[in-house]
């Protein structure tokens, strides 16, 4: 009989992922969120948002970076939750950017309630897609991204990026996308910026 010869243990990993819920457990996991009174200038009607209540949550992330932000080769993934609400008719929607190195592209997929996806590319075509539980979205390299709740509930949805893809703002900040997501009448509506 071959004798066998116990060696390394087998771990357990380090964390764990709901897939459901996209909700990550274990070690070094990050969390970040967005209030209104974070998002000036981000809406339409910016006198709307400073009406509201400043210190009520927009969005959060959950994400799991398990090398240095910036590594060449590493993946981190994420999860998004986006509440349902809008400032003015434009629905509660994440901030939006390119990637540092706007080379790197990304995956998005639906995990629970209704939204849509903005994608512009640098020439500022911006196009548009449904985000609901299992829909999947390429982000192709060179594509600012966003995402808008557009149901009654809050939206979550995975995220998977390269490690050295960063997240460049400015121009989001400064020019915001060349669309807007408005509910026009109970209907969600693009319309151009
Ligand atoms: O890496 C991503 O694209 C996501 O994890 C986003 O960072 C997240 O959805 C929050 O959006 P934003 O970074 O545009 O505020
Ligand atoms: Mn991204």
Redesign the pocket.
């Known amino acids: 009989m071959m004798s066998v010869i116990i060696n390394d243990p087998i771990r357990q990993p380090m964390q764990s992922l709901d897939i459901a819920k996209g909700v990550f457990a274990g070690a070094g996991i990050i969390v970040s969120s967005?209030n209104i009174g974070q998002l000036q200038y981000m809406f339409l009607d910016e006198k709307a948002r400073q009406q509201m209540d400043q210190e009520q949550q927009v969005?959060r992330?959950q994400?799991n970076l398990p090398v240095d932000e910036g590594t060449a080769g590493g993946l981190f993934m994420?999860t998004?939750w986006i509440k349902a609400g809008a400032v003015g008719n434009e629905f509660f929607m994440?901030?939006?950017?390119f990637h540092q190195l706007a080379s790197r592209g990304?995956y998005y997929w639906g995990l629970e309630g209704n939204g849509v996806l903005l994608l512009m590319d640098e020439d500022r075509n911006t196009r548009a897609e449904y985000v609901y539980p299992g829909s999947l979205h390429y982000i192709p390299a060179y594509t600012a991204?966003?995402?808008a709740n557009i149901g009654n509930t809050e939206l979550s949805f995975g995220?998977c990026?390269p490690s050295d893809a960063g997240?460049n703002y400015d121009e989001i900040k400064e020019r915001g996308f060349s669309k807007r997501l408005i509910n026009h009448n109970g209907i969600p509506t693009l319309i151009n910026a």
């Open positions: 967005k969005y992330v994400a994420g998004t994440t901030q939006g950017h990304e991204h966003r995402v995220a990026w997240h």
